[in-house]
Nanobody, 117 residues
Framework: QVQLVESGGGLVQAGGSLRLSCAASGSIFNINTMGWYRQVPGKQRELVAAITSGSSAHYPDSMKGRFTISRDNANNTVYLQMNSLKPEDTAVYYC???????????WGQGTQVTVSS
């Protein structure tokens, strides 16, 4: 019904930057929330950032400052700009979309981000 495709992950040196993209396709209600979680093996998935269809952004306190989320509603695409990356940021980053018309949550396949020290 809804598909999410992430891109932009890769290997980067500590202190560097990456920009992740996630494009959603399918039947999507115009009121929704998109965002990013990340997960490392054996650990719980944690919220990185979220943004509403009205472009209201939310970050956990631990994520504020280095990461910036934005979206393009015309293309149903969300971005995550990651600056000053640290090795502890190494994880699989998952894009999600909460469709408030169907009250369903959709997930992408994830994109690997590896930060070398």
């Amino acid at each position: 019904q809804v598909q999410l495709v992430e891109s932009g992950g890769g290997l980067v040196q500590a202190g560097g930057s990456l920009r992740l993209s996630c494009a959603a396709s399918g039947s999507i209600f115009n009121i929704n929330t998109m965002g990013w979680y990340r997960q490392v093996p054996g650990k719980q998935r944690e919220l990185v950032a979220a943004i509403t269809s009205g472009s209201s952004a939310h970050y956990p306190d631990s994520m504020k400052g280095r990461f910036t989320i934005s979206r393009d509603n015309a293309n149903n695409t969300v971005y995550l700009q990651m600056n000053s990356l640290k090795p502890e940021d190494t994880a699989v980053y998952y894009c999600y979309l909460l469709d408030l018309g169907r009250n369903r949550n959709y997930w992408g396949q994830g994109t690997q981000v590896t930060v070398s020290s």
